[in-house]
């Protein structure tokens, strides 16, 4: 008998490899697909400017790094003790006004040095709910604890989320005509928005993306939301505050998108980086032993022989860790 309704998630014709550069924006969904993707060696800048949720803040993000979007004192403000500004993360945050200037540009110099030209772009679309300065009509990307009184709070319409995405999509594909774009629609409920509020906001996201499917050439849809919500569909897949996906929920989406946007070849690659990384984490009962000598020197040539067969690849740290638990046996 079939106890769960599975969702079949065709390959993509567009797979990712490790020669393909990218960039993930979004919502904490994004995150923890960025970071494995991070973790796996593969060139992609993961939320540079911080979580962002609505479809303007993501596209904020995107003209900011352009610089379609002026960034300079202007845009940092004093409150809570420190400098911020209402387009970047709190991690931007400083004591020091210009602090808060030299790390933006630290970011976009590395993306104009590296990942300008990238291959494709993940963007994962968390609400429509956005926040307006009351003062400026500014849409904030975090609002810093700023009074609530402070913003107009409003749905943006499936016409608005087309129209800005589609603006920064385009932007983007002046340097690469051929970029690839991954949309999702985060899983993680917006509680806060009131259960009705949180699925009209969520079904604005996926008639946004459909129409722009419909509109522009290689765009692709990741059904996350539904893998949670429709396959798992079950508590124990969600993390304590019932909102958020549990390790276990993420990792089974991980390996949907794994088979999805990879090769056989990939996949192969990615399960040997992690075996090293694994080896690195593993504690010896007896760090003298001949046995612990012989694990250490057979993870150290494999990063030699990963090195040696992937050139484009950085395996300096893991070769230096293994390299270092050996000179106690000289």
Not at 25 to 37: A, D, M, P, Y
Not at 55 to 64: C, F, K, R, Y
Not at 91 to 103: G, I, M, R
Not at 263 to 281: D, N, V
Request: charged share 20%; with cysteine; aromatic share 12%.
């Amino acid at each position: 008998m079939q106890f769960k309704t599975t969702i079949d998630v065709p390959h993509s014709s567009f797979e990712i490899s490790h020669a393909h550069k990218g960039m993930a924006i979004g919502s904490c969904f994004t995150t923890n697909i960025g970071n494995r993707l991070q973790a796996a060696k593969f060139p992609i800048m993961v939320n540079p400017l911080g979580t962002v949720y609505n479809p303007v803040s993501i596209a904020q993000t995107i003209d900011l790094l352009l610089g379609e979007i002026p960034f300079d004192e202007q845009q940092i403000f004093f409150a809570n003790d420190v400098w911020q500004s209402y387009y970047l993360h709190t991690s931007f945050s400083s004591v020091e006004k210009q602090d808060v200037l030299l790390a933006f540009n630290d970011v976009r110099n590395l993306f104009l040095e590296k990942y300008q030209n990238i291959d494709y772009l993940i963007l994962t679309l968390g609400t429509a709910w956005i926040y307006e300065l009351k003062e400026t009509g500014q849409i904030v990307n975090n609002c810093h604890k700023t009074p609530a009184s402070q913003f107009n709070r409003r749905k943006l319409s499936v016409e608005e989320c087309v129209s800005i995405l589609g603006k920064s999509i385009a932007r983007l594909r002046r340097k690469n005509p051929n970029l690839h774009v991954i949309f999702t629609v985060s899983p993680i409920r917006h509680w806060k928005d009131g259960a009705h509020e949180n699925q009209v906001s969520k079904a604005t996201l996926f008639l946004a993306i459909d129409e722009l499917q419909k509109t522009m050439e290689n765009i692709g849809y990741f059904p996350a939301y539904e893998l949670l919500m429709d396959d798992l569909r079950d508590y124990r897949f969600y993390d304590e505050d019932m909102l958020h996906p549990s390790a276990t929920a993420i990792e089974y989406i991980w390996e949907k998108f794994s088979v999805t946007y990879f090769s056989k070849q990939t996949i192969e690659l990615i399960s040997q980086i992690g075996s090293i990384h694994k080896a690195m984490e593993h504690r010896p009962f007896n760090a003298q032993s001949l046995s612990y000598k012989t694990f250490l020197q057979t993870n150290l040539t494999n990063c030699e022989k990963l090195t040696a067969e992937h050139p484009e690849l950085d395996f300096s740290e893991e070769i230096a860790f293994f390299t270092s638990q050996m000179v106690h046996f000289s």
